[in-house]
């Protein structure tokens, strides 16, 4: 369908948009007060009817933002919404609503991070705003610390990522992380995990697991969240993780025992990597790694069969 704003317009894949947003696409996930106050004024559609409009049209949760920044102290805020299709005309200038400016703008003019186009379907643009918005929490503009972990997982069905979230939860609570940090998972397939394997590693060929720790701990000790949090989420990131899929499948037939579990415990080595276990002794350290891994996964219901 095409949609156009002043001095804008596109040609956008409403069907290809709404399916991302319903299966991958996550409420903005920002825990500071500014940003928590943004979602609440979308979830209760307390934003411009214009902008709700062309929203709903594409099928976008308005909390869904894929950038989320109050600018000022006093309100301004700057959102972004990823869609799917091509840009048709580009004016040079936002265009001028009563509640603000918009535009629509293409991925290369950087207007949000990188990672906010993972896993988006491409060809792709942005809905670009900037809007005045009203305080509406009880409470004052701070950043406070989140209670639960953020820990996205894109490339599978819904089942799939809630499942990984509640085992990789399972596995920071057996080792001990009390406070909310961030993990990131990717879900991919062989030739996915060859190629991050080949960029990242320098390793040409697939795996099963690969982790990414954002910090070089010893197994047991843990990053301190007053001093690692990051100062806009509240968030400890603790690093990323991808998993390749059609590999966990084949190794689950190997091995016989079901994909969940094969999943499971990829999940919980992934996790134990980024928490500084490592098995590359063959000898104390995989011996360690080892133990954690099954008492975790004994803890899960889901021994070794």
Same mark, same amino acid.
């Given at each position: ?70 600018? $000022? ?45 993972? $896993? ?21 503009? $701070? ?45 991919? $397939? ?116």
């Amino acid at each position: 369908m095409e949609i156009a704003i002043p001095g804008f317009r596109a040609e956008a894949d409403a069907e290809a948009t709404g399916a991302w947003y319903a299966h991958e696409g996550d409420e903005w996930y920002c825990m500071c007060g500014r940003c928590r106050n943004f979602v609440t004024l979308a979830k209760q559609r307390e934003l411009p009817a214009e902008l709700l409009s062309l929203l709903d049209r594409l099928s976008i949760p308005p909390e869904k933002a894929t950038y989320v920044c109050e600018l $000022d102290g006093e309100g301004l805020y700057e959102l972004c919404w990823n869609v799917s299709g091509r840009l048709l005309e580009k004016g040079g200038k936002a265009a001028s609503a009563p509640w603000g400016n918009w535009s629509l703008a293409d991925r290369e003019d950087q207007y949000q991070p990188s990672d906010a186009y993972e $896993d988006f379907p491409d060809p792709c643009f942005i809905l670009h705003v900037f809007i005045r918005l009203p305080w509406v929490l009880d409470e004052p503009m $701070d950043t406070p610390r989140p209670k639960e972990h953020y820990i996205p997982v894109r490339g599978a069905p819904g089942e799939t990522c809630a499942f990984l979230r509640r085992v990789i939860a399972a596995a920071l609570a057996a080792e001990g992380v009390d406070f909310a940090c961030e993990i990131d998972v990717s879900i991919t $397939d062989d030739a996915g995990i060859h190629e991050i394997n080949r960029e990242m590693r320098d390793v040409d060929a697939p795996t099963d697991v690969l982790s990414f720790p954002a910090f070089d701990l010893a197994p047991g000790a843990l990053p301190d969240p007053d001093e690692d949090a990051d100062p806009g989420t509240g968030y400890v990131p603790l690093g990323d993780m991808a998993i390749s899929l059609e590999r966990a499948r084949a190794q689950a037939a190997e091995y016989g025992h079901s994909e969940r579990r094969e999943l499971a415990y990829l999940a919980v080595h992934s996790t134990l990597h980024l928490l500084g276990y490592d098995h590359l002794d063959e000898g104390p350290q995989k011996t360690r790694m080892r133990a954690r891994e099954e008492e975790i996964m004994g803890a899960l219901g889901l021994p070794r069969e």
